[in-house]
C-alpha cells in the first residue's frame, strides 16, 4: 500500500524527471555554438539558462534541504539572474555545454538520493514536497524561457510535435456572462502554489461579460486593416511611442506578403492560421485592440472568477473544469504541441459558464499591475515576486502551449512588462455588464 509520503514522493520525482527531460530536449536539439549565442539580448544563451537551472537546484536542494556541501559555490555569482542582466550574460565566465551538462547532471543524481531520504514534513520548505515542486516549477519556467530562444533564434526548424488538434467545429457565443458577486481568489491550500498566489481571500466582481475564447488571428487582423496601429485613439502613451519609436504594423514575427500575412514559427515560415488565438502581442497591443473593439482587457480578479468560481456550489475549484488535474483533453500545455489550439477547442476543458482555452494556449493579458494579495508573505525568498510588485509589471494569467501543468493552475500568477512581445501571449477581452445583470448568491 502506497503511503502518502511515498505518494508525494514519486509526484515530486516525476515533476523534477519531466522538467529534466525537456530541458535535455530544448538543449540537446542544437550544436554547441547555439548553445553559447545570444539569440537575442533580451535573452540569456541557452547554456545560461541550463547551469543556472543547476545551480537553483544545488542551493536549494543540496545545499538547504539536504544540507550538503556546495558542488560550485564559485559560480553562484555568474547565475544570480538579479546580479546579471540578460544582455550581459555572454561576457560573464559561463560553464561550457559539456561541464553544464555535466553539472546538471552530477546535481540532479545528489537531488534524487536526497527526495528518497528526506522527511516531507516538518516546515513549510519541506511539508508536501514544496522546495522539490518548487525546483520542478523554476526548471519548467526556464524551459519556457528556452523555448522563447529557440522561436527567437535564426535558421532551420530543430523541434517538432504534432499538431494541436481541430476545434469541435460547434457555435459559440461571442461572449459569456459572469454573474456579480463574491468569489475566493487565490489559494491557501494548494501545495505547491508560490507565495503572490497566497492566501486565499474574498473579492468582490461585479457582472461583466467575458469573451468566450481568447482574441483569434482572423479578428486581430481586422483591427491591423482598420489603421490600428495608425490611429492613436486606441492607444496608451507609452504604447504609442512604442508603436512609433519601433514601427509596429503587427504582432511580432508576423509579415505581409502580398496579400497574405505570414508568419515566423519555431524556423519555419508559414501563414497566419485565422482561428487560431493571436500570439506575440504586447500588452500595449492587446489593450489597444480592445478600445478598438468596443471593450476592454479583464481585470486579474475577473479572469480568475471566470476560471475558478463554481456558481452552482459557491466554490472556488482549481481549474475551470474542477479539482482534476489537467489532461491532454482539457487544455493546451507541456510543449505538446508548438503552437495554440483552434479558437474554441479542449471542450472538456471549459468552465461552469462556459468559457473556453482559459487554461494553455496562450498567456492572457489582464488589465491588472502586479500587486500582492491582502496578508501575502514573501516565501522562500523575496526575489521570487516581492521586488516585481508595482506598477511597472502586468499580470498574465492562464499559462500557453509551453507552459507544463506544474506551472500552470487556475490561481497561478505570471507577470511581465507590457513592452513585452517575444513571450507566449494573447488575450481576450470584456465589458461591464450593467446595473441589471444578475448577481451570484
Request: net charge negative.
Amino acid at each position: 500500500m502506497t503511503t502518502d509520503s511515498e505518494s508525494l514522493r514519486e509526484r515530486a520525482a516525476a515533476a523534477l524527471l519531466a522538467a529534466r527531460d525537456r530541458t535535455r530536449l530544448l538543449t540537446t536539439c542544437v550544436e554547441d555554438p547555439e548553445l553559447v549565442a545570444q539569440h537575442s539580448p533580451l535573452m540569456s544563451p541557452l547554456v545560461w539558462d541550463l547551469a543556472h537551472i543547476g545551480n537553483q537546484e544545488e542551493q536549494w536542494l543540496l545545499r538547504t534541504v539536504g544540507g550538503r556541501d556546495a558542488l560550485r559555490p564559485d559560480i553562484d555569482s555568474v547565475y544570480d539572474a538579479f546580479e546579471h542582466p540578460r544582455a550581459e550574460r555572454p561576457t560573464l565566465p559561463l560553464l561550457g555545454p559539456a561541464e553544464a551538462h555535466g553539472y546538471v547532471a552530477e546535481v540532479r543524481g545528489r537531488v534524487l538520493d536526497i527526495l528518497e531520504r528526506t522527511p516531507l514534513h516538518g516546515g513549510p520548505l519541506l511539508d508536501s514536497g514544496f522546495a522539490f515542486g518548487m525546483i520542478a516549477q523554476h526548471e519548467q519556467q526556464h524551459d519556457e524561457t528556452m523555448l522563447i530562444t529557440h522561436q527567437l533564434r535564426q535558421g532551420p526548424a530543430v523541434l517538432t510535435a504534432p499538431e494541436p488538434p481541430a476545434a469541435p467545429g460547434i457555435s459559440l457565443p461571442s461572449e459569456v456572462l459572469i454573474p456579480g458577486g463574491p468569489f475566493t481568489m487565490g489559494t491557501s491550500t494548494e501545495p505547491w502554489a508560490l507565495d503572490n498566489e497566497r492566501p486565499a481571500h474574498r473579492r468582490e466582481v461585479a457582472a461583466f461579460l467575458l469573451d468566450t475564447a481568447p482574441v483569434g488571428n482572423g479578428a486581430y487582423q481586422r483591427f491591423i486593416e482598420d489603421g490600428g496601429y495608425e490611429d492613436p485613439r486606441w492607444w496608451a502613451p507609452e504604447g504609442w511611442a512604442q508603436v512609433r519609436e519601433h514601427r509596429l504594423r503587427a504582432p511580432l514575427f508576423w509579415r505581409r506578403e502580398g496579400n497574405q500575412w505570414l508568419r515566423r514559427r519555431f524556423g519555419v515560415t508559414e501563414p497566419v492560421p485565422p482561428d487560431e488565438p493571436v500570439l506575440h502581442v504586447s500588452w500595449y497591443e492587446a489593450d489597444a485592440y480592445a478600445r478598438w473593439a468596443g471593450r476592454r482587457l479583464p481585470t486579474e480578479a475577473e479572469w480568475e472568477k471566470a476560471a475558478r468560481h463554481d456558481p452552482a456550489t459557491g466554490r472556488a475549484m482549481r481549474y475551470p473544469w474542477g479539482d482534476e488535474d489537467p489532461t491532454p483533453v482539457h487544455a493546451n500545455l507541456g510543449q505538446r504541441h508548438l503552437r495554440p489550439a483552434p479558437v474554441g477547442s479542449y471542450p472538456e476543458g471549459q468552465s461552469p459558464l462556459g468559457v473556453h482555452q482559459l487554461i494553455g494556449d496562450v498567456w492572457e493579458w489582464t488589465a491588472s499591475d502586479f500587486l500582492p494579495y491582502p496578508g501575502f508573505a514573501a516565501f522562500p525568498y523575496r526575489e521570487y515576486s516581492e521586488v516585481f510588485f508595482g506598477s511597472a509589471y502586468k499580470v498574465l494569467r492562464g499559462g500557453s502551449f509551453a507552459v507544463d501543468p506544474v506551472a500552470c493552475r487556475g490561481t497561478f500568477r505570471n507577470w511581465d512588462l507590457p513592452i513585452r512581445r517575444q513571450i507566449f501571449a494573447g488575450f481576450r477581452t470584456a465589458r461591464d455588464a450593467g446595473p441589471d445583470a444578475p448577481s451570484t448568491l
